[in-house]
């Protein structure tokens, strides 16, 4: 049963605390993300200064980069994903925690950035895996970065323990793991990942139109 917001303020000032179970485990999940220590090009130098002291991580309980997949729960893709980097993304993504969470950083995480049209740049991660918050800009600054995990923390905090809007976590019938792409003979195999990249619904035939 949901507490009125007013009401839990004039409890908070006679010393009493109500909450309930679904938002004390959010609350715990979002104040504790611990990032995927790597890097691909030059946004991962402005992903480095967000742990600095000027803007300090640490506030958000995320200062704890880990180096190994198994004990980090959020990939940022910092950086150009060439096509031969993609594998080894997906690769680490399908052996990270769950929860886990994916933050796109910069134009070239996005679509490609500048190098889009380029034979070997893949042209957004989100062909492959799910991103949950995408940071626009080349690169774009600390404050964006910081933005972006407040706008995840939010995400999580909202999310229900059960029902159809429930984390993938808690769904026994959600994909684990994700197609590791390889290369082939002009591209990668699969292209794209049809769950999280499905195809545009086909346009009408022109002498569909005419009868």
Known sequence: MAVEPDLKIELGKQGVFVTTLNELYNWGRRNSVWPMQFGLACCAIEMIATTMARYDLARFGAEVFRPSPRQADLMIISGTVTKKMAPQVVRLYNQMAEPRYVIAMGACAISG?????GYNVLKGID???PVDVHIPG???????LIHA???LQKR?????LTGENRPRHLDADAQGLFPVPEPGA????????RLVWPLPAPKPDATEKQG
Do not use: S
Not at 113 to 117: A, E, I, M, S
Not at 156 to 160: C, V
């Open 113 to 117: 950035g500048p190098f889009k049209q």
């Open 127 to 129: 062909r492959y895996i």
């Open 138 to 144: 080349c690169p774009p600054r600390p404050e964006a």
């Open 149 to 151: 995990f407040m706008t």
């Open 156 to 160: 999580i905090e909202e999310q229900p």
């Open 186 to 193: 002009h591209d990668l195999v699969p292209p794209v990942n």
